[in-house]
């Protein structure tokens, strides 16, 4: 069975940093792009970025690129998100997600809160 | 800027047949798209309904199916059931590894 398990959520101040990760298990990590995808309270759901399998391609959505840094760890089943420069606007859960291929997601976590406020 | 285009609402009597449309702000939907669906209730994570416009993730019922219908990547829900009253989501893949979803449609079963 496919498991996603987000942490490193919390609260930070406007211009802070967090890290998100995401342990994965049920599947051969390596094999599977993965992406992270936000929604804001009482929103719609937004992607936010993905990674190649390899890790060697990286995409981001206009509203986080040069703030936010998706890697992955395929030692250690794990996918991250550096997040930094952190705005109001950036709160929101963020959830991981395994995708097929580039064009879809496939399985999600449960979520993790960020919430960025003074 | 590309804006991916849904109803707000729809509603549907039980037992009944729905329709939910996906589009894009210019331009007609394609295969070429990838179009995916995904449910949400209040609370939950997004669960994958179809992916490539129609392939059904594993463990969806048959009563949900994906197509193009004119300009439109299409979510058709038959025999509708009180758990199906949820939020619905479409992405569209943009290329280049970029994905955008649509607004959702907040489906009521009454």
């Known amino acids: 069975e496919v498991q996603l398990l987000e942490s490193g959520g919390g609260f930070v101040q406007p211009g802070g940093s967090l890290r998100l990760s995401c342990a994965a298990s049920g599947f051969t990590f390596n094999n599977y792009a993965m992406s992270w995808v936000r929604q804001a309270p009482g929103k719609g759901l937004e992607w936010v970025s993905t990674i190649s399998k390899s890790g060697d391609s990286t995409y981001y959505a206009d509203s986080v690129k040069g703030r936010f840094t998706i890697s992955r760890d395929n030692s250690k089943n794990t996918l991250y998100l550096q997040m930094n420069s952190l705005r109001a606007e950036d709160t929101a859960i963020y959830y991981c997600?395994?995708?097929?291929?580039?064009?879809?997601?496939?399985?999600w976590g449960q979520g993790t809160l960020v919430t960025v406020s003074s | 800027q590309t804006v991916v285009t849904q109803e707000p609402s729809f509603s549907v009597s039980p037992g009944g047949t729905v329709t939910l449309t996906c589009g894009l702000s210019?331009?007609?939907?394609?295969?070429?798209?990838?179009p995916s669906w995904y449910q949400q209730t209040p609370g939950q994570a997004p669960r994958t309904l179809i992916y490539?416009?129609?392939t059904r993730s594993s463990g969806v019922p048959d009563r949900f199916s994906g197509s193009i219908l004119g300009n439109n990547a299409v979510l058709t829900i038959t025999g509708a059931q009180a758990d199906d009253e949820s939020d619905y989501y479409c992405v569209l893949y943009m290329g280049g590894g970029v994905k955008v979803f649509g607004g959702g449609t907040k489906l009521t079963v009454l």
């Open positions: 490539s416009t129609n």
């Open positions: 997600a395994k995708d097929y291929n580039f064009e879809s997601h496939a399985n």
């Open positions: 210019s331009g007609s939907v394609s295969t070429s798209y990838y």
